[in-house]
Each structure stands twice: as structure tokens, then as C-alpha cells.
């Protein structure tokens, strides 16, 4: 007799929904990670004015906005 036959529980938890909430979770921290990043760099910037900061502000934004889309993309996959 199968565990999952007398403890519903478990057929709702399959490894498939643990994968994608493990790739949820991770892509929401890492757009978090994202938006840190774009504020150190925006402190940097206050602090250490140099010709590069712009290009680096750039960098920031593009990289809020890879995070965002993949977080978007695995939300609408899943």
C-alpha cells in the first residue's frame, strides 16, 4: 500500500511543485539581491563621483530589470 494513498497530504506535494517553488522563491530573493545592488551603487555614486558612475547606474538597471523578467517569465512558465 502506497504512503500516498492514506495521507492526502502528499498528493498535492509532488517534486515538480517543491522545483518551482524553490525557482519562485530564489528568483524573488534575487531581484531583491538586485535592488540592494543598484542602491550601493547609487551610495557609491554620492560618494566617489567618477566618470564610470552612469554606466554603472546602466548596469543596475539592466540587471533589476533581467531579474524582474525572469521572475515574470518563470511566474507565467509555472
Request: hydrophobic letters at 70%; zero cysteines.
Given at each position: 500500500?502506497?504512503?500516498?494513498?492514506?495521507?492526502?497530504?502528499?498528493?498535492?506535494?509532488?517534486?515538480?511543485?517543491?522545483?518551482?517553488?524553490?525557482?519562485?522563491?530564489?528568483?524573488?530573493?534575487?531581484?531583491?539581491?538586485?535592488?540592494?545592488?543598484?542602491?550601493?551603487?547609487?551610495?557609491?555614486?554620492?560618494t566617489l563621483p567618477t566618470i564610470i558612475?552612469?554606466?554603472?547606474?546602466?548596469?543596475?538597471i539592466f540587471h533589476i530589470g533581467v531579474?524582474?523578467?525572469?521572475?515574470?517569465?518563470?511566474?507565467?512558465?509555472?
Amino acid at each position: 500500500m502506497p504512503v500516498e494513498e492514506n495521507l492526502p497530504i502528499f498528493s498535492s506535494l509532488t517534486v515538480v511543485f517543491g522545483v518551482k517553488a524553490f525557482f519562485v522563491l530564489f528568483l524573488i530573493f534575487y531581484a531583491i539581491f538586485a535592488l540592494i545592488l543598484f542602491r550601493q551603487i547609487q551610495l557609491m555614486g554620492k560618494t566617489l563621483p567618477t566618470i564610470i558612475v552612469p554606466f554603472l547606474k546602466f548596469l543596475g538597471i539592466f540587471h533589476i530589470g533581467v531579474a524582474l523578467a525572469l521572475l515574470f517569465v518563470v511566474l507565467g512558465v509555472f
